[in-house]
């Protein structure tokens, strides 16, 4: 049971680039979010998902997009990068009647 | 605003002493409470947990504590070990207005370093 895994592990991007971040949960999770973490933040909420096909906006939603086609999928895309988005990004899940939320193990993004 | 400030990010203690790592709230609204730790190049995984409508939850060495009225909460280790070291994150739970979604509001953390 691998729990909730995000592709890739790091990247390096130029400004303007464009790429996406794959989380991918096997334990049939209806929510699943993205956060970003930045030293003396803590973990912000980008956008999350209440279930296949549905979006919402978190905190710090501009400059990303984010898709959720499959249940077990969410995609976070950044269109243009900015160095703004220099950041560690966390995917998680959650049941929808528990509290608590599985993370993956993060996806180092550093913008030049 | 941050709704959810943790003021200690970082302490030191003892091994075998006790660690005590603090988190304050604003929002009236979150009824949950957690603790995650995170060690480097991992993500968060779930400590503990308390709901609003009690003021304390033991789990083994861990036992976190709420204060409802002081809006505040506090994370209890004893005793603490070496590997214990690891960053503490406050988080807090509210259902948000749009429906059933729940969302997590966490605070900026507390690296926590226990001495041998």
Partial sequence: NAGVTQTPKFRVLKTGQSMTLLCAQDMNHEYMYWYRQDPGMGLRLIHYSVGEGTTAKGEVPDGYNVSRLKKQNFLLGLESAAPSQTSVYFCASKRLIETEAFFGQGTRLTVV | ?116
């Fill in chain 2, 1 to 116: 605003d941050q709704q959810v400030k943790q003021n200690s990010p970082s302490l030191s203690v003892q091994e075998g002493r006790i660690s005590i790592l603090n988190c304050d709230y604003t929002n009236s609204m979150f009824d949950y409470f957690l603790w995650y730790k995170k060690y480097p190049a991992e993500g968060p995984t779930f400590l503990i947990s308390i709901s609003s409508i009690k003021d304390k939850n033991e789990d083994g060495r861990f036992t976190v504590f709420l204060n409802k009225s002081a809006k505040h909460l506090s994370l209890h280790i004893v005793p603490s070990q070496p590997g214990d070291s690891a960053v503490y994150f406050c988080a807090a739970s509210a259902r948000l207005s749009s429906g059933s979604a729940r969302q997590l509001t966490f605070g900026s953390g507390t690296q926590l370093t226990v001495l041998p």
